[in-house]
């Protein structure tokens, strides 16, 4: 017996994913920072026997600890884990609070690789792995996202090398790369201050749906993929920016100018 172990999993992309999950049969352990709606959404699941929920905050020590505390004891540990909780935000680097910059760094990054090495024994034990909620900005340059771009950026290379030193072990990473998805954390986006951000995101293409996302992943996973996309547009992107860096940024900042002034 195990389980799939999901942060950020009260609402957006981590709330479709643990569905997507639950419907293939696992057991799922929900971790989110909003008790209340986590806790609404234990109810709405309706099975208590697959399902575990518990509250608190991704990048406190003691949080992921007890996480990992109760998929052993109430599940024979973590199969699967999936980085999914996130932060961004929209402010220029040169009016941001640096306290707003390592937020973002410590959310983003920091705690999912902690996260993830906590668990090792457990998915060691069930040659199971890690799927993480990068983002097309960890590969290109986005106006008004310094952080989370760095962020995303550590976060992949990091699990790509994790993926390698683990094969051996059994263990397997999957790198989902969302572009524009209807979720909260644009909503909840920070400003320089670390309040909301006042202006709303930029984006390029058409918004996409979450579920349909969480099923990309899902699959992804079941065949062992190491690495899943969103659309074309957004891999073009990528390339683009490896290929012509300087058209690019010109494109990127037409895309994204409304960043500059802010």
């Not at 690495?227 to 900042?253: C, E, K, Q, T």
């Amino acid at each position: 017996m195990s389980c799939v172990l999901i942060t950020g999993a009260a609402g957006g992309l981590g709330w479709e994913i643990a569905q997507a999950f639950l419907r293939r049969g696992e057991n799922v352990l929900l971790a989110d920072m909003n008790g209340a709606l986590l806790a609404q959404r234990e109810t709405e699941l309706g099975n208590p026997a697959r399902v575990a929920i518990l509250a608190g905050d991704i990048t406190h020590v003691a949080h992921r600890d007890a996480l990992v505390e109760l998929a052993q004891s109430r599940f024979g540990g973590v199969r699967v884990l999936v980085n999914n909780a996130g932060i961004t935000h929209r402010s220029l680097a040169e009016k941001t609070d640096m306290a707003v910059l390592r937020k973002v760094m410590q959310v983003d990054w920091d705690a999912p690789l902690a996260l993830a090495l906590s668990c090792l024994p457990q998915l060691q034990a069930h040659q199971g792995g890690i799927i993480n909620i990068g983002s097309m900005a960890g590969w290109m340059p986005v106006l008004g996202r310094t952080a989370y771009c760095a962020a995303k950026s550590a976060l992949a290379q990091s699990f790509e090398v994790l993926r390698c030193e683990q094969a051996q072990h059994g263990v397997h990473v999957l790198m989902a790369y969302p572009s524009f998805l209807d979720t909260p954390i644009e909503q909840h986006a920070l400003g320089f201050d670390g309040k909301p951000a006042s202006h709303a995101r930029s984006m390029v293409g058409k918004m996409k749906d979450a579920g349909w996302m969480a099923e990309r992943i899902v699959e992804a996973w079941t065949r062992r993929k190491k690495r899943v996309y969103s659309d074309n547009l957004a891999v073009f992107g990528s390339l683009l920016w490896r290929l012509a860096p300087d058209l690019y940024l010109r494109i990127m900042m037409k895309k994204f100018a409304v960043e500059l002034q802010q």
